[in-house]
């Protein structure tokens, strides 16, 4: 017959089946059944069994509590779900069975616990539902409530899905062509019921969860797919996380078209490590005083997380240490609003002053309840200050009377009864005892009790003794109940505070961000760059961010640029290897990123127009799981920036054709570099960089097109890079100079100049003759040995496989004694 305990376990299994189902039972959680085989796999652990009922003996596997986060963290990993089942009743005052309930479902995008978590970045639950050629996303972060949604085109997927990286999807089930989505593959998908979604559905899920009539007010009444996105994340969050849903208190609509886009090929081909006019002028007004920046860059330095540790408050998850911390937080935010307030030009950041909200109720609600460097957990008695709980000190003192009475017992003992190894203790099993020798027994007084039989002597009590036990131990379940309800009475009232801390904290981050931006703009020399809705891009003596730091100070040779879609549009860069070119196209893209961010940038001067996306193809890379080539991923990555660029875009193009042959590759870069310039839809800003110097007649055909070239000083057959950006073409590559430069033996260095020699004496040949008319045979690739010789042909004519040792040495003397003739 089946247990009761089984019959509740069976139960919540059967809610929860595509869950590991962790069973609170006392100290430990513990699995069974097919979860259990499990657990004893993935987490190495004893597999044993249990009888529940008679002849049922079931699987079992479990863990101590205190390990949750560890083993937790291990199965998330794997890409497990877990489902926690704690005992929500007293098991001492529970009648039958103890009450137990699926408190919250962990998964890779709902996680909170701070070991499972990557501090510096966010980890987001999203969903996406398609439509035709439409998207509807939507995201949520649970440990700082932020909640979003958009809609789009579906070719945009791929850009958004990279910048947000979601721990996990959700998707409908069974949802066509979803394998097919380029989503990552760090993401794990979640299908979910397809009415998750259902437009009505999801819409009332919205409505009921921020108890409004509307969605005007979040902006995406009328995005339906957008709705449906949303709604998905809150209906699963209510399944999972019934306790992180009730903070997540507004929704953020936003469209992709309001943001420069950056491809993940162009964050990496940029080293960027995962604004507008309100950011430029705070950090000017940073930048401008040395001495005020300072002052906030060193209170910010005792500012933890303070969205994390709000939202473990407000979920039930919160450490002493959290609260200690939020107050530490809190109490440097007036302190940076005071600085901030205190010039003349505090306009400039007056908006920033604003959003620091007064929290001084919660810091001294902290200061006076929780002690300064309060244990992990709370229970032992130190987590509470004195004076806050007048019970609690009570209890406090009648247990630390106990104690001192238990101290002084031994000495006491020792004298009443003359023996001097007398001891007094403590063991778990049998309490508070006073020890005395086999020698010594017959000293024992005669209100001694006896307790426990030693081999060497006997342990006994005293009912005086057994009285101050009784209130120690009794004294110390008192404290930990106290201090447990004093504690969750705290955070309850800091959580009702809850979005003036967020606020404020939100206020903190953008603060240190344009600080930080303000002190490298001083500390490298940066200015103020100028916006404009203009199409042009000037840089003067612009510079590398992270390659100058890299070089000693000085040594960075600072260049120039100027594109503008309606002029200079298209740069043809050459020049060889090794001289700069994919520095100097990089530092433009970077230093016109960093100006539409907010942030000042390493130039003399700079003015952009604003650039709607920047896209990149850089450097040779294959992706061999897919079954692509390094030119396949190249050629996928350029007709990408082809489909998607607008005429407000900058390309940066880095070496288009080198995985290929000569002539292949210099074909494919010229009509990209044709298309660039002259199709309608794109005319956009362009930097090309190429080792085929053949491309600078473009300049002489397109009329936006134009040559620059990396200058190199030749003198002797020395090379020299001077690094600098001049107009005009370069007519050689200098790959030979480079091959000697990286070493290569000379007998490699000298044929290679005699095989160039050949060649580019072919090429002066081919280019003499006639030019090739449309429809005559395609010029084929050029070979490296182009002679004939009686000798050659002789050689190439014996049957070598059927010749002697001795007939081939001879054959091979007489041909090599007659090519030297010839």
């Known amino acids: 017959m089946t247990t009761p305990v089984r019959r509740q376990y069976l139960g919540v299994k059967r809610e929860h089946q595509d869950e590991i189902l962790l069973f609170r039972m006392g100290d430990f959680y513990e699995t069974f059944d097919d979860d259990a085989r499990l657990l004893s796999r993935e987490l190495e652990i004893a597999l044993t069994s249990r009888e529940f009922g008679k002849g049922q003996r079931v699987p079992l596997a479990g863990i101590p509590y205190h390990s949750l986060e560890a083993s937790l963290a291990r199965l998330i990993k794997k890409g497990y779900k877990v489902a926690i089942c704690e005992q929500v009743s007293d098991p001492a005052t529970s009648k039958g069975i103890v009450d137990r309930e699926v408190v919250r479902v962990v998964t890779p995008g709902t996680v909170i616990e701070d070991t499972l978590l990557e501090q510096k970045a966010n980890n987001y639950l999203a969903a996406l539902v398609v439509e035709g050629d439409a998207a509807g996303l939507s995201w949520v972060d649970i440990t700082t409530s932020e ?79 957008a709705v449906r996105a949303a709604g998905a994340v809150i209906d699963y969050l209510e399944q999972t996380q019934r306790s992180a849903v009730g903070q997540i208190n507004t929704l953020y609509t936003y469209s992709t078209a309001d943001y420069m886009v950056l491809d993940a090929q162009t964050r990496r081909n940029l080293e960027l490590y995962e604004g507008g006019r309100w950011g430029s002028d705070a950090v000017e007004w940073f930048h401008r005083s040395a001495l005020r920046r300072e002052r906030v860059v060193m209170l910010l330095e005792a500012v933890s997380d303070m969205e994390r540790l709000v939202n473990r408050v407000r979920g039930h998850s919160a450490t002493p240490r959290d609260l200690v911390g939020l107050a530490n937080s809190l109490e440097a935010a007036p302190k940076i609003k005071v600085i901030l307030c205190e010039d003349d030009d505090a306009d400039k950041v007056e908006w920033l002053a604003e959003r620091i909200t007064d929290n001084g109720e919660v810091i001294e609600l902290v200061r006076q309840s929780i002690s300064d460097d309060p244990p992990l957990s709370v229970g032992d008695g130190n987590v509470i200050r004195k004076g806050f709980s007048p019970d609690l000190d009570e209890v406090r003192g009648a247990s630390r009377n106990a104690q001192d009475y238990i101290a002084r017992l031994e000495q006491k003992e020792r004298e009443r009864t003359g023996i001097k190894s007398l001891k007094v203790g403590y063991n778990r099993v049998f309490g508070y005892y006073i020890e005395i020798s086999n020698s010594n027994l017959a000293q024992a007084p005669e209100d001694y009790v006896r307790r426990q039989t030693l081999v060497g002597g006997e342990r006994f009590i005293t009912p005086e003794m057994k009285e101050y036990e009784s209130l120690i131990l009794n004294a110390q379940d008192r404290i930990g109940e106290i201090e447990g309800a004093l504690f969750r009475q705290v955070c309850q009232q800091v959580a009702g505070h809850a979005e003036q801390i967020l606020s404020t904290a939100r206020a903190i981050a953008n603060i240190d961000v344009f600080a930080s931006l303000a002190e490298v703009a001083s500390r490298f020399g940066y200015v103020r760059p100028v916006l404009d809705e203009g ?160 491309l600078t007649q473009l300049a002489d055909i397109l009329p936006r097109a134009f040559n620059y070239n990396v200058v190199v000083s030749e ?81 190439l004519a014996l049957d070598v496989a059927s010749m002697t040792p001795l007939d081939a040495i001879n054959k091979l003397y007489e041909l090599q004694e007659r090519a030297r003739e010839e």
């Open 147 to 225: 909640f979003a949604t958009t809609q789009f085109d579906l070719s945009h997927l791929s850009v958004e899905m990279a910048r947000l990286q979601p721990s996990e999807l959700l998707v409908p089930d069974g949802q066509p062509d979803v394998d097919d989505l380029d989503i990552g593959d760090r993401t794990m998908l979640t299908p979910l019921a397809a009415d998750a979604f259902h437009a009505d559905w999801a819409r009332e899920t919205l409505l009921r969860h921020f108890g409004v009539a509307s969605l005007e007010s979040f902006g995406c009444e009328g995005q339906a797919l």
């Open 535 to 694: 199409d042009a891009v000037t840089i003067k003596q612009g510079r590398h961010p992270v390659v100058e730091r890299m070089l000693p100070a000085g040594d960075f040779v600072a260049n120039d640029a100027a594109l503008a879609s309606g002029g200079e549009q298209l740069i043809i860069l050459t020049g060889p290897n090794m001289a700069g070119k994919s520095t100097y196209i990089r530092q433009v893209a970077v230093i016109v990123l960093m100006a539409q961010i907010g942030s000042f940038v390493p130039a003399d001067s700079a003015r952009v127009g604003v650039c709607d996306r920047i896209f990149t193809r850089v450097g040779l890379q294959d992706d061999l799981a897919m079954g692509q080539s390094t030119f396949m991923v190249e050629m996928v990555e350029t007709a990408a920036i082809l489909n998607h660029a607008t005429p407000r875009s900058l390309i940066v193009l880095d070496e288009i054709g080198r995985g290929t042959s000569t002539y292949d590759g210099l074909a494919i870069a010229r009509a990209v570099a044709e298309h660039l310039h002259n199709n309608p839809r794109l005319g956009c800003k362009t930097l090309f960089a190429t080792h085929y110097h053949e």
């Open 715 to 795: 003198d002797k057959g020395q090379v020299v890079f001077l690094r600098n950006i001049a107009p005009g073409g370069a007519d050689r590559s200098y790959g030979v100079h480079v091959a000697r430069l990286a070493g290569m033996p000379a007998s490699v260095v000298n044929r290679a100049w005699d095989v160039l020699a050949e060649l580019e004496d072919d090429s002066r040949v081919n280019r003499s003759s006639p030019r090739r008319r449309r429809g005559s045979p395609q010029p084929q690739q050029m070979p490296l040995l182009t002679f004939t010789s009686p000798v050659v042909d002789e050689l």
